[in-house]
């Protein structure tokens, strides 16, 4: 009996991994066996940094577009009656399949006070098999052309941005690591007017880590 109780957990946690990696290998344009979360393959530099720091404050263009649900939304609304925290992917980069869970959790965290929303340059069939496979609970946005995405400024996966209401950047963050996760959960907090709770940063790098390029010719 004490041998069963001993090797079930490590029975289902083998299972677990297994079914992540099935999960993972049959996501588009993406193999399991790139997962690499111990080191994080591009690093956030100061350049990177001081740009999007830069940036606070600047008044957004508004984009009326539909996700791929066809629900109709408004990126950077002049007049919207929350915040709005946009996610940047790029089709195909490995990076963005590492941390899109952790931004799944960070939408649960808000419960409805922030709007969520990712966009990214993947085609619009390539997006919805994004949402889909991936299970993201909140709006994906297709921008092949890359107006949304050049608007803001975002040079690679897993940038973020926090609007206000009026359509200003309050924040911008050129990627994630467990310190960058733990200031976005504080920035959307104070600005959504809740209280603030302490966020798992799980998995997260300890590294500043950011994503693939846009303008990286393997991702075209």
């Known amino acids: 009996m004490r041998l069963i109780w001993l090797t079930a957990p490590a029975g289902l946690a083998l299972a677990s991994i297994g079914m992540l990696l099935l999960h993972l290998g049959n996501s588009p344009h993406y193999s399991s066996t790139d997962i690499k979360l111990d080191e994080p393959r591009h690093l956030i530099t100061e350049k990177m940094l001081a740009e999007t720091a830069a940036l606070s404050n600047k008044l957004e263009k508004s984009f009326p577009v539909k996700d791929v649900t066809g629900k109709a939304l408004t990126i950077g609304s002049h007049n919207a009656d929350k915040p709005q925290y946009i996610y940047f992917i790029v089709d195909g980069c490995p990076c963005s399949y590492d941390a899109e869970p952790l931004f799944h959790d960070l939408y649960k965290q808000f419960n409805g006070a922030v709007e969520f929303v990712s966009v990214t340059?993947?085609?619009?069939?390539?997006?919805?098999?994004?949402?889909?496979?991936?299970?993201?609970?909140?709006?994906?946005?297709?921008?092949?052309?890359?107006?949304?995405?050049?608007?803001?400024?975002?040079?690679?996966?897993?940038?973020?941005?926090?609007?206000?209401?009026?359509?200003?950047?309050?924040?911008?963050?050129?990627?994630?690591?467990?310190?960058?996760?733990?200031?976005?959960?504080?920035?959307?907090?104070?600005?959504?007017?809740?209280?603030?709770?302490?966020?798992?940063?799980?998995y997260a790098p300890i590294k500043k880590a950011t994503g693939c390029a846009f303008d990286d010719p393997k991702f075209k």
């Open 121 to 202: 340059n993947a085609t619009p069939e390539k997006a919805k098999q994004w949402y889909t496979e991936l299970g993201v609970p909140y709006s994906v946005v297709s921008d092949p052309k890359e107006d949304i995405i050049q608007s803001y400024e975002a040079k690679a996966a897993i940038y973020s941005v926090l609007v206000t209401k009026d359509g200003h950047v309050a924040k911008m963050w050129p990627g994630y690591s467990a310190d960058i996760l733990k200031d976005i959960n504080a920035t959307l907090a104070k600005l959504a007017g809740v209280p603030a709770k302490p966020f798992d940063t799980k």
